[in-house]
């Protein structure tokens, strides 16, 4: 089970980070594929990140590049949120998938078999 923490409320301009650790398989998790997606009041899920088994790759969404970056260590998963705007707010989830690297399926939610309960950002002055 993954589970997503650092959620919060935020200026225009501000920052978060958001943290992915998984509960039963722990030790597992640097194998498999991790994607962070958004959920926006009333529409789809859609996918901002995705970080390969190991890290040495990955994605950010055209909407996240240069604001949001993607990392991972032992056992956690990370995304660092800067320069946030209301456009940003949603639920954000983590996800993992049962492979090392599909580049091509990065932002497709049915790729992923486990995600987390999701954590709630909102932008707002």
């Known amino acids: 089970q993954l589970e997503e923490s650092g959620g919060g409320l935020v200026q225009p301009g501000g920052s978060l980070r958001l943290s992915c650790t998984a509960a039963g398989f722990e030790n597992d998790l640097v194998y498999y594929m991790i994607g962070w997606f958004r959920q926006a009041p009333g529409k789809e899920r859609v996918g901002v990140a995705c970080i390969a088994g190991g890290g040495r790759a990955m994605k950010l969404a055209d909407s996240v590049k240069g604001r949001f970056t993607v990392s991972r260590g032992s056992g956690i998963i990370e995304l660092q949120m800067d320069n946030l705007t209301a456009e940003d707010t949603g639920v954000y989830y983590c996800?993992?998938?049962?492979?090392?690297?599909?580049?091509?399926?990065?932002?497709?939610?049915?790729?992923?078999?486990?995600w987390g309960q999701g954590t709630q950002v909102t932008v707002s002055p």
């Open positions: 996800a993992r998938q049962a492979t090392w690297w599909d580049s091509d399926r990065c932002y497709s939610p049915a790729a992923y078999e486990y």
